[in-house]
């Protein structure tokens, strides 16, 4: 089954740091980009940032460009997001998703999503 | 930035045909995407490249993209399928949503 879990999110006060961490399996993690998406309580979706299958490439959203970090280690399937200086607008739940560039170039698969508030 | 509006919410009576519409600039070279999410649950892709569908997305789902605006169709709708729907698009290395619509099924 294909499948990403989330885990890492929390309670984290202003100017705090946090690492994300997604786990993939049931398909070949080294083959697709992956991303990260938000979402506000109650509010739409909110792309964050793309990170190409062998890392070298990386692209984020200017609401947390110079903040946030996208990175990967193919070895152990594993997406990471390194959320630096958080602002109370960084409250969301993140989402990990793997870009199916493809098929579909689109997100087609999706983690149920960690929770990050920022208080 | 890239912006993509879509209406905050839309209404159907069940079996009937209601259009949701995702708007912006120069859509005619863009590939439109659109997700499903029910509250509670990640979103999952009912549409991508403008009218295509994946398997595991119901027939009654169909979008078009006329240049000006992005449709997604659904067609003799179901309870099942009041959700918030998200359209999306790819510009400058950056991946944007629209807004968000509130299907409701009355």
């Known amino acids: 089954e294909v499948q990403l879990v989330e885990s890492g999110g929390g309670l984290v006060q202003p100017g705090g740091s946090l690492r994300l961490s997604c786990t993939a399996s049931?398909?070949?993690?080294?083959?697709?980009?992956m991303g990260w998406v938000r979402q506000a309580p109650g509010k739409g979706l909110e792309w964050v940032a793309n990170i190409e299958p062998d890392g070298n490439n990386k692209f984020s959203g200017d609401a947390v460009r110079g903040r946030f970090t996208i990175s990967r280690d193919n070895a152990k399937n594993s997406l990471y997001l390194q959320m630096n200086s958080l602002r109370d607008e960084d409250t969301s739940v993140y989402f990990c998703a793997r870009y199916n560039y493809d098929d579909y170039v689109a997100f087609d698969v999706w983690g149920q999503g960690t929770l990050v508030t920022v208080s | 930035s890239y912006e993509l509006t879509q209406p905050p919410s839309v209404s159907v009576s069940p079996g009937q045909t209601v259009s949701i519409t995702c708007s912006g600039q120069?859509?005619?070279?863009?590939?439109i995407n659109w997700y499903k999410q029910k509250p509670g649950q990640a979103p999952t892709l009912v549409i991508y490249?403008?009218?295509m569908r994946p398997s595991e997305s119901p027939e009654r789902f169909t979008g078009s993209n006329s240049g000006k605006t992005a449709t997604l169709t659904i067609s003799g709708t179901q309870a099942m399928d009041e959700a918030d729907y998200f359209c999306q698009a790819w510009d400058m290395y950056t991946w944007v949503f629209g807004g968000g619509t509130k299907l409701t099924v009355l």
């Open positions: 120069q859509l005619d070279n863009k590939n």
């Open positions: 490249q403008n009218n």
């Open positions: 049931g398909f070949d993690f080294n083959k697709y980009s």
